[in-house]
């Protein structure tokens, strides 16, 4: 499955439109660390306007946070279901507590970073194509 960091809205809705007319699944990632700026909230309204955009979009969302395990903790308790993280002191523990709250964890680095794309719809759906055959 492809995966694409983004970094706002316009970057998640491009993502979720390549994903839809290419018919296959994505995994939309937040840049690690976005819980220092925009929030687990804010984050959550990002998924929450994708998936209303893009119904039709086959999508997996993943909250990165990066160096700071309390941003992780605070994804976990607000009941997202997948995470990513960088090892830390604290990263056994939250692997354990993830485990018991369902919440998958993500290891894989992203296929892309929309931060770095001009048109980042167009090089999800060439992503996308690359990675079908």
């Keep these: 499955m492809v995966s694409a960091v983004v970094h706002n809205l316009a970057q998640s809705l491009a993502a979720a439109k390549a994903a839809a007319s290419a018919g296959q699944r994505i ?3 937040s840049a690690p660390g976005i819980g220092r700026s925009l929030g687990i909230g804010g984050w959550l309204a990002l998924v929450k ?5 893009v119904p039709q979009a086959n999508i997996k969302f993943t ?22 993280m960088d090892d830390t002191p604290a990263s056994s523990r939250l692997r354990k507590l993830a485990d018991q709250q369902g919440v998958l964890i ?28």
């Design 49 to 53: 306007l994708t998936q209303q955009a």
């Design 63 to 84: 909250f990165d946070s990066g160096f700071w395990p309390g941003d992780a903790y605070a994804a976990i308790a607000r009941g997202v279901d997948q995470i990513a």
């Design 106 to 133: 993500d290891d894989q680095p992203a296929d892309i970073d929309l931060a770095f794309q001009i048109e980042p719809q167009i090089a999800c759906q060439n992503l996308l194509k690359t990675n079908s055959i």
């Design 27 to 29: 995994t939309i990632r």
